[in-house]
């Protein structure tokens, strides 16, 4: 089970930190990643990490986002940094079991149900 946190609402510039606490059954071999979706656009990958460390991000959030993990808290963060209106959408967090370091939303099998970003200008 995933459980997002750390949504709200901040100006443009601001920045934001949200959160992802896991739970259940996990295995050593994982990626983790963080999407995003407005009701105009499909759902999109953000930022993803794996198990050893590797990290991927889209080229709309690179230099601003910042993906991490906590194993031994479970929890994966994302710290949204220089935020843009653009950004405001409903942010998921989904893991897959595997080592595959990939934004495509189809080989996540576990998803949040969200946690909401609004920013404005």
């Known amino acids: 089970q995933l459980v997002e946190s750390g949504g709200g609402s901040v100006q443009a510039g601001g920045s934001l930190t949200l959160s992802c606490a896991a739970s259940g059954t996990w295995y050593s071999n994982f990626c983790m990643a963080w999407f995003r979706q407005t009701p105009e656009k499909e759902r999109e990958g953000v930022a993803s990490?794996?198990?050893?460390?590797?990290?991927m991000y889209a080229n709309s959030v690179k230099g601003r986002f910042t993906i991490s993990q906590d194993n031994a808290k479970n929890t994966l963060n994302l710290l949204m940094n220089n935020l843009k209106p653009e950004d405001t959408a409903m942010y998921y967090c989904a893991t897959l079991v595997g080592h595959l370091l990939t934004l495509e939303r189809r080989p996540y099998r576990i998803w949040g149900q969200g946690t909401q970003v609004n920013v404005s200008s």
């Open positions: 990490i794996c198990d050893d460390g590797k990290t």
